[in-house]
C-alpha cells in the first residue's frame, strides 16, 4: 500500500509487449497493412513527443478495453496500479539505475491524450461507447481508492483534492470546448463522456458544477437528437444533486440553479420531437413532487418504446404505488391496459400483477406461517398469495366506480387471473366469504367466474376447479336474495334520511355487491330445475320492488330472460311476467300515496294516461331513481299536495317504462303476435309518449321506437313521428329520434324502396318507378343534423348515415358531399366523435364498391370547389380558431379512396373486372370544371395535381366508351382554351391525352391477336402525305398510323415519362420540370381525335370494346 503522495515516481517497463503496444490507438494498432494506410486518408498528428513507457502501457491498457467489457475490471486495476507508481511513494522505494520516472502530471497526460482518441469515433462503432465506459469505471475505482487512502473525517463537510479529482477535473475541462465543435461526432463523443463522468462521480469542484451545467443547457437545443440525449442524460444527474442539497440545506443559493434546470428539462420532455431523448428523460429525472405529473404523462406519448419505458421501468421503481393518488392509478391502468401497442399493455398487466400486488402482500401479511414463507421466499421473489392483499388492491383502484361495465377494473382482474396461477389455486370461495360479502370480495368471485369460464376452451381444467369453488345453482339465489333484501334496506334507510351520507354510501356499495351477482347468474346453467325455479321466482319478486335500482333492474329482466328459455314459448312467458311486475310497481308506489278516503280513483288520472299538470322546471332531477321516494306525509291523515303527487306520477312512469325498455330489449318476436306487447304499447307507451314532461316524452319515445323494431307496420306508422320529433325537439330529443330513425330504417329498409308503377296512366310513367315518399323527409332530417350546432346531434346524425350510406340504403350524393365537407371543415374539428366516426366510414365506403367510388369522384370536384371557398374565408376571418387541412392534402386523399385498384373485388389483372371508371369519372369531371367554370389558381393547381396522380386500367374494355370518349373531347378543347396556362400544366394534360390514346391502341392490338401488340415495337413507316395508297393496304392500318403519328407529336423530351404498359396499368406520374415549356401545337387536332373515335365506333370493331 502506498504511504503518502509524492512528486515523482519510478515506473518499471518489464512488460513484454510494451513496445508493441506504445503504438497503439483507440481505433487501431499501429501495425496496420500497407494496403490500409494506403486507402485511409491522410491525417495530420500533432508532435505530441517521444514515445515513453508510460504512454506504452496506458496505450495499451485502453486497447484492451476497447476490445470487450469483459475484461474492463482486469484494466481498471491495471490502470490503477499505474496511477499509484505516478502519484504516490511506495513505502518501501525500490529503486534500480535507468528506469524512468513519471509523475502525475505525465499520467494525467497519457490518459487525457487516449481519451482525445476516442472523440473521432462515430456513434455506430461500439469501439467507442466501451472506451467510455472503461473511464468512467476507471474513474470510479480509483476514486474510491484515494477516499481510503487518505481516510478523511466523516464529518467533515468537503473532501481533499486527490489525484483521481484532479484527473477528472483535467478531462472535463479539455472536453468542455469541444462541445460546441462544428462537427456533430465530436460533439456527441465530447457530451457523452462529460454526462458519463457526471453520473460515475460523487463530488465535483464547484465552479466546474456551474459550468458544466451551462454548457449543457445549450446543449439540449442541439440539432442532432444523439447530442442532446446525452445532455439530458448528464442534467439529470445535475438536477438531482441540486435538489438532494436543497432538501438538506434550506439556506442554499441552488434553488434558482434546481429550478432552472428542472423547468428547461420539463419542457423538453414535453415538447422534443426525439423519442429518445424523451426516454431519456423520463428514466433520467429524479422522482419529485413536481416531476412525478410530468413523468406519468408519458403515459399517453407518441411513441410506444417510451410509454412502455414508463410501465415496465419508471412506475416499477418508483416505489410503492399507494403513494400515487387515486386519479393517476385509475389514469394509468386505464391508459395502459388501453393501448394501442401490445408491448405496452403486457408491460401494464405484469404491473399490476407483480408489483402492485406486492406493494400490498408486503406489510399487510400477518401471522407466522405467512411471515416464515415472506422470510424464505426472499426480498427479489413473490411474496405468498393473501386474500386481504387483493382485497386492498382492489379497494386501491376504487372497485365501485371502475369495476362497472366498461370499467378499467374488469380488464386489469382479468390478466391478473391470468398470471398469476397461484391465486387462482389460492382463493377459495366457502360459506365464510359469502356471509360477509363486501364491493371487493364479490367483485373477485365475478372476475374469478368470468376468466375461468373465457378461457375454459384453452383449458379445461379451470371450469372443474370453478365448479368446485363456487356454491351450485339453488344455493347461490338464496345467497342473491339475501344480499338484495340488504340492498332494498340500504334503499330505504338513505331515502329516509336526508343528509344521510354514509347510509347514502351504504346503499351505493349494496348495489354494486348485486349487481356483480346478477352478473355471476348470467352466466350459470339453469338445467337443474330446482335452482331454475328458485331464481325465477326470485328474479320475478326481485322485479316487483320499486325500490330496485336500474341498473340492478336491467340486470334482472336480462337473469329472468335466460330462465324463461330461448323459446318462444319462453318468450311469450317472459313478457308476461316482466308486464305483471310493472303493475305491481305501479301500484305499489301509487298506492303509498293514495289517501285512505280516496278509494276511487279516476282512470284518466292513472299511469296510462302519463298527464301531469308539473311544468318541466318543476321535474325533478333524479327521476332515474324512483326507488329513493320521500316519505309520505299523510301519514298523519293530511292531504298530500298536488306537487308531490306529480312527482310521485312522474317517478311511477319513468319506473314502469325503465322495466318495459329492458324488456324490449331482450325479445326477438313479432309485435302483432304478442298479445302482451300490444297492450302495453296502448297502455304505457303510447300515454307516455303524449306527455308534456319531458323526461316522460323521451322514455316513452325510446320504448316506441323499440317496439317499432318489432313490428313493420308500426314502423311505417309512427316514422313520420319520429321525423317531427327531431324537427321540433331539443337537442336530447333529436339525438334520440336520429338513432332510432336509424335502426328502423336498418331494421326495415323496405321502407325506402321504390314505389312501383301503377297501372292506370300513362305508358311512360307506367315503366319508371317513383320515388318513396318518405326519402325525402329522412334526407332533409339527416342533412339538418350535419349542420347542427349541436356537437352531439351533428355526431348522432354522421355516424347514422355513414351507416345507411355503407348498407347501400341511402345513396344520395347531396349527402355525400356534405359529409365530405363537414369532415374537413375547421369547425367540427372540435368534434372528435364525428371526425373519428368519418375518419373510418370514407374509405370503407369508398373502397367496398365500385358504385360507391364513382360516386365520390362525382362529388370531388363540388367538394374541393367547396372547400376552397371556404378556405378562403376561414384565412380572412380571424375570430375562427384551429386549421384547416390544406387543399393538397384533400385531394391526395380523394384520390386514394377513388382509386379502383383498391375498391373490393378488383385484382387488379388485365381482362379481369376492374374497380370500374371512378378515375376515368374523376378526370371527366376535372376537365368540365376547367373548361366551362371560372376557377380560382389555387383551385386549378389542385385539379391538375390530382389530374397527375390518377390511375387507369389496363384494359380498355374495363372503361367505358362514352367516358372515354368524353375525356378525349375535353382534353382537345382543354388545348382550344387554353386552359394550362404554364409548362407543369400543359404537361400533365398531354401525358393524360398520351396514356389514353396508348391504352385505346394497345387493347386494340391485343383484340386484333397481331404480333404487333406493342406501339414501340410496331415498325411502320412514316406517311409522306395524308390519304395515300400505300398506307391502306389494310382497313385498319390508317387508325395504327395515325395513332402512331399523335403518339410521336405528343411525346415529351424528357425522360420523366415511362410509357412501358405494366400489368396494374397506366400510372400518371406527379413529377414534372419546373419551367420546361411544352409546345402544345403538337397535340392532336379536333379532327385526328374524330376520326379515331369513329373507328371505334365502326362495326366491324364492335367487339373492340
Known sequence: MPGRVGIRASLSSTSRNSRKASKETLKAHSSTSTAHRTSSPAVDLPDEGPTTTLRAHVSALFGDAQRSTAGHRKCVVNLRKVQEDCCYEPVKPKKKHGEEEFGEEEFATEVVRCVGRVLAVKKSEPVGDRSVRFLGLFLKYAADKDIAILNPDPDATTLPETPTSRLATLVLTTLLPLLHAKDKVVRFRSTQIVSHIINTLDTLDDSLFHLLRLTLLKRIRDKEPSVRVQAVYGLGRLAGEVENNDAENSDSDDDDVAGGILSKLLDVLQNDQSAEVRRALLLGLPFTPATLPYLLERARDLDGATRRALYARLLPALGDFRHLSLTHREKLLRWG????????????????????????????????????ENAKSGPNQAAAPSFDALLELLERVDVVNSGIEGGIALEAMDSFWEGRPDYREFITFDDAFWSELSPESVFIARTFNSYCRRASNDDGRLVTMLEDKMPEVTKFAFLLERQLNFLIEAVRAAAAQEDGDDQEEESVQREFVVEQMLHMALTFDYSDEVGRRKTFSLMREALAMPELPEESTKLVVEVLRLVCGEDAKGEREFCGVVLEAVAEVHDTILGETQPENDEDVDEEESSHSAKSEVSEDGTPGKTGKPGRTRSNQGANGMQIDDEERAIREIMVNMKCLHIAQCMLQNIQCELEENVHLITMLN??????????????????????????????????????????????????????????IADILTTHPSLLTPVPPSASGSPAKAEQEEPNPLLKPVLKAFSKALKSGEAQVQSTGGTALSKLML???????????????????????????????????????CHSRKENAERMSKVAVPVIHALSSMKEAFAEDEDMDGEMVSLTVIGGMLVDWTDPRKIVGADGHAGAEAGGDSHLLLAEEILERLVTSQTSKDEKKIYFSILSKLHFPSNVASASPEHLRTVLELLAETADTKVAT???????????????????????????????????????????????????????????????????????????????????????????????DVDVTGLADDDAVQSLLDSIDDGDDEDLL
Open 337 to 372: 391496459l388501453r393501448d394501442r401497442d401490445e408491448n405496452v399493455r403486457k408491460a401494464t398487466a405484469r404491473l399490476f400483477r407483480e408489483r402492485w400486488i406486492e406493494d400490498c402482500a408486503g406489510p399487510q401479511t400477518s401471522g407466522s406461517e405467512n411471515t416464515e
Open 683 to 740: 297502455n304505457l307507451v303510447v300515454p307516455a309518449v303524449r306527455s308534456q314532461e319531458a323526461p316522460i316524452r323521451e322514455k316513452g319515445l325510446i320504448c316506441l321506437g323499440l317496439c317499432c323494431l318489432l313490428g313493420k307496420n308500426l314502423a311505417e306508422e309512427n316514422l313520420t313521428l319520429f321525423l317531427h320529433c327531431f324537427a321540433r325537439g331539443h337537442p336530447a330529443l333529436q339525438t334520440i329520434a336520429l338513432q332510432i
Open 807 to 845: 348498407s347501400q340504403l341511402i345513396t344520395d350524393t347531396d349527402l355525400l358531399k356534405q359529409i365530405v365537407v363537414a369532415y374537413y371543415d375547421p369547425e367540427t374539428s372540435a368534434n372528435s366523435t364525428l371526425r373519428q366516426a368519418l375518419s373510418y366510414f370514407l374509405p370503407v365506403y
Open 982 to 1076: 404554364d409548362a407543369t400544366s400543359r404537361n400533365i394534360l398531354t401525358k393524360l391525352q398520351a396514356a389514353l390514346l396508348k391504352l385505346i391502341h394497345d387493347s386494340a392490338a391485343a383484340e386484333r391477336g397481331g404480333e404487333e401488340t406493342v406501339l414501340d415495337e410496331t415498325i411502320v413507316p412514316r406517311r409522306t402525305a395524308a390519304g395515300s395508297d400505300e398506307d391502306k393496304e389494310e382497313g385498319d392500318d390508317d387508325v395504327t398510323m395515325q395513332l402512331r403519328r399523335e403518339m410521336e407529336q405528343t411525346k415529351i423530351e424528357d425522360d420523366e415519362m415511362d410509357e412501358s404498359p405494366d400489368a396494374e396499368g397506366t400510372i400518371l406520374g406527379d413529377e414534372t420540370v419546373a419551367g420546361t
